[in-house]
C-alpha cells in the first residue's frame, strides 16, 4: 500500500486519500490532464524560443 505524509500533522495515510483521518487535512487535487498540459506548453515554448 502507497502512503503520503500528511503536512499538517505528519501522519503517514494511504496515498489515495482525499483528507487525513487524524486531522481532516484536505489533500490538493491536480487533474494529470492539467500536468500534461502544462508540459506541451512548457515543450512548445522551448521548442519557439530556439528555432
Sequence with gaps: ???KECP???M???AKSKECPI???EF???S???KWIA???IIIML???FL
Design 23 to 25: 486531522c481532516q487535512y
Design 39 to 41: 508540459i506541451l506548453l
Design 8 to 10: 499538517s500533522c505528519a
Design 47 to 49: 521548442i519557439y524560443l
Design 1 to 3: 500500500m502507497r502512503t
Design 28 to 30: 490538493a487535487y491536480v
Design 12 to 14: 503517514e495515510v494511504d
Design 32 to 34: 494529470t490532464g492539467y
